[in-house]
């Protein structure tokens, strides 16, 4: 009877704690969309919300959550938008075009690079943006000209690019390497991992070194010449991509259900469990909170020390990574084809 009486106490304290816990986070807002969510949003420094989906419209939505308009395109959209330096937004199709609007979600034009358009727009000076699609590789495109310029990757770049501090850019692309380009579209170096590297967005740390996930479980510390510094081995793909959360130290999430923070030395600092594969990407609140979603149909928030914090739960498993806006509403997609907007209540 003793035993019986600890034992229902236990699961009530535990009962209890989970449902503190879940109503720490406040659901502000949320949309339904017509088809799952695997892009990821954006927001302009006006806090207007744009998101795509599989449904193939582009959302624009207030700061609330209120839908202000939407356009149709006409294939899937994967890819995540871009807000450019004016404050227009660009995002590609499946259709092959990228659509470039102004923040009121009015289209100014649309471009046909050919081929369908897997990465986010990354915009460079002098009017130029660079992309990766199927047919042409990484493209490098000039809005005023309309003069472009291609590197070929063996197979599909499908994974966001990342402008180095010395002007170069790196991707990935499910051929396994990593590339190195430089701004006229020359190849620098390269470096192959055992797997795809597939969605997973090189970063550039402090030191100079760049980390990336791969699809063979490793995360990879290469140097700016591609030359191999160390790996972090997981026990599941790595598709998410690194956050950097100090100048010693990031963050990543594995489809061995855990997420990985580690210092820039490789070494292991904490290691949070989800009961899904992390596919997501993590996040920061302006307080230091990491929000990272998993295939557990949750959104965490973790603490700097990987402990929970809150989590609240969606309606389907969560591809998406989160965005932050200024209040630190965090906006996100699920797979239950509605997008939330909530709100960590302290």
């Not at 624009?60 to 006409?74: A, E, P």
């Not at 149909?297 to 990574?321: C, H, M, Q, R």
Request: glycine letters at 8%.
């Amino acid at each position: 009877m003793r035993y019986y009486k600890i034992h229902t106490l236990l699961i009530f304290v535990i009962s209890f704690q989970t449902f503190l816990s879940a109503q720490k986070v406040e659901l502000i807002n949320k949309f339904e969309t017509k088809a799952n969510l695997y892009s990821s949003p954006t927001v302009t420094s006006n806090g207007t919300v744009v998101f795509c989906g599989h449904d193939k419209n582009v959302y624009f939505f207030n700061s609330k959550g209120d839908l202000q308009t939407k356009y149709k395109t006409h294939g899937w959209i994967h890819a995540s938008p871009q807000v450019l330096s004016d404050n227009t937004i660009m995002v590609g199709s499946y259709d092959g075009n990228i659509y470039h609007f102004t923040e009121k979600g009015e289209l100014i034009n649309k471009i046909t690079p050919g081929g369908r358009i897997f990465s986010k727009i990354l915009e460079l000076p002098n009017n130029e943006i660079v992309f990766g699609n199927n047919k042409l590789g990484l493209v490098y495109y000039n809005l005023e000209t309309n003069i472009k310029k291609e590197f070929k990757t063996k197979r599909l770049p499908h994974t966001d690019l990342t402008q180095l501090s010395n002007g170069n850019i790196v991707t990935g692309a499910i051929d396994k390497f990593l590339y190195i380009v430089d701004e006229n579209a020359e190849e620098i170096a390269k470096f192959k991992t055992k797997a795809w590297v597939l969605h997973s967005k090189p970063t550039e740390l402090s030191n100079g070194e760049i980390i990336v996930g791969s699809y063979d479980k490793n995360i990879y510390f290469i140097n700016p010449f591609t030359k191999l510094v160390k790996t972090f081995l997981t026990e599941g793909k790595i598709h998410g991509s690194p956050l950097i959360i100090s100048d010693t130290s990031f963050v990543i999430g594995s489809f061995d259900k855990n997420v990985y923070f580690l210092n820039n030395d490789g070494k292991l600092l904490h290691k949070f469990e989800t009961k899904g594969k992390v596919i997501s990407s993590p996040v920061k609140l302006s307080n230091g909170i990491i929000v990272i979603c998993s295939y557990d149909n949750f959104v965490y928030f973790l603490n700097p020390d990987g402990t929970e914090k809150a989590k609240f739960k969606t309606g389907g498993n969560i591809f998406s990574t989160p965005v932050v806006l200024n209040d630190n509403t965090v906006v996100v997609g699920s797979n239950d084809n509605f997008v939330y907007f909530l709100k960590l209540v302290e």
